[in-house]
């Protein structure tokens, strides 16, 4: 079985009597953003119309989704609904700049309204203490 031993800047990666160093890559790290809004807030709906909050999210996210994928900086990750908002959200490379082409897409449309962009990062290569 491998080893994986975590060194600053670094991981080693052992198998076979063989060790492999790779340094810390954005490969290693994944960073998202989800587009949030609020179902109250969405024009011409009420707060309990869930099945236009979802053709609302849908909508939007296609709208976003083909700029993102056009300027190659990020891909579809997913979607969500509860606690009064629906959601979609990017693996991207860069924060402002996803943030940017988001903000500038929707400008002028329907979709301006945004609640709140989130921002995640999560280090899918982290060892275990």
């Not at 083909?66 to 190659?72: D, F, H, L, R």
């Not at 579809?76 to 940017?100: K, L, N």
Request: charged letters at 30%; one cysteine or more; hydrophobic letters at 45%.
């Amino acid at each position: 079985m491998p080893s994986t031993k975590v060194v600053p800047d670094t991981i080693r990666y052992t198998a076979c009597g063989v060790t492999l160093r790779r340094l810390l890559s954005k490969a290693m790290i994944r960073k998202s953003i989800e587009v949030c809004y609020d179902i109250a807030e969405i024009p011409g709906l009420g707060p309990d119309d869930l099945r236009g909050a979802l053709d609302f999210r849908n909508a939007a996210s296609a709208l976003i989704e083909a700029a993102v994928e056009e300027a190659g900086i990020g891909a579809w990750e997913g979607t969500e609904i509860g606690g009064g908002r629906v959601s979609f959200g990017f693996q991207v490379h860069d924060f402002e700049r996803a943030e940017a082409l988001v903000r500038q897409t929707v400008a002028g449309t329907e979709f301006a309204k945004i609640a709140e962009i989130e921002r995640n990062v999560w280090d899918d290569d982290a060892a275990d203490p």
